[in-house]
């Protein structure tokens, strides 16, 4: 089966600027989760779909951040406007049931270079 | 490749010896681990979990113990391989919970 797949996988912007990350998640699976590694420190939950609908977003740092889910099968994040904290590695993650019951599968991210 | 950043514990080792890898986690409440491996350009993936009524589970090549007095997690990886040089997140989850909660990571460099 295909993978978690994420694009694009580099992305060099200016500060202020808008930036959008798409996930397609595994085929079949209904939980979406996005994190993100910022400095190269730990892997922080930013938010976590079934289907369509946000199921908690405690981890979305600000407004700045909009997620979308739109028909319960790709997901976009959206960073507008894009400042330099916000450079990192985005990773998207799916699973067929709740993570304590079945692995995430994770793409291989996308590096957000803010400028 | 990936920064690997500055502040995460090193582990080196000799190609062949076995590897510790040591995780403390926060919640006592937490009942679900899993450790997972990240490549320089690649996304976490799964190696093994465990769960809270065990104490120690085996796969090929990697053993996970879990010391829930202490909250401790280890990662043990028999016959290091130059391939295992990564960069290794502890994961835990509690009762209800739906996402998983990452340690900071520990560089693993395989000495050939």
């Known amino acids: 089966e295909a993978g978690v797949t994420q694009f694009p996988s580099h992305s060099v912007i200016e500060k202020g600027q808008t930036v959008t990350l798409r996930c397609d998640p595994i085929?079949?699976?209904?939980?979406l989760y996005w994190y993100r590694r910022v400095m190269g420190k730990e892997i922080k939950f930013l938010l976590h779909f079934v289907k369509e609908s946000k199921q908690d977003e405690s981890g979305m740092p600000n407004n700045r951040f909009l997620a979308e889910r739109t028909g319960g099968t790709y997901s976009t994040l959206k960073v507008q406007p894009a400042e330099l904290e916000d450079s990192g590695v985005y990773f998207c993650a799916s699973s067929q049931r709740a993570v304590r019951n079945s692995p995430l599968h994770f793409g291989n991210g996308t590096r957000l270079t803010v400028t | 490749g990936e920064s690997v950043g500055l502040h995460l514990p090193t582990l080196s080792v000799q190609e062949g010896d076995n590897s510790i890898i040591n995780c403390a986690y926060s919640n006592s409440a937490s009942d679900y681990f899993i450790w997972y491996k990240q490549e320089s350009g690649k996304g976490p993936q799964f190696i093994i979990d465990?769960?809270?009524?065990?104490d120690k589970r085996q796969g090929q090549r990697v053993t996970v113990l879990l010391n829930k007095t202490v909250k401790h997690l280890s990662l043990q990886i028999a016959a290091t391989q130059p391939g295992d040089s990564a960069v290794y997140f502890c994961a835990e989850t509690s009762p209800g919970g739906n996402k998983l909660v990452f340690g900071a990571g520990t560089i693993l460099r395989v000495k050939s």
């Open positions: 085929s079949g699976h209904d939980n």
């Open positions: 465990i769960r809270s009524n065990m």
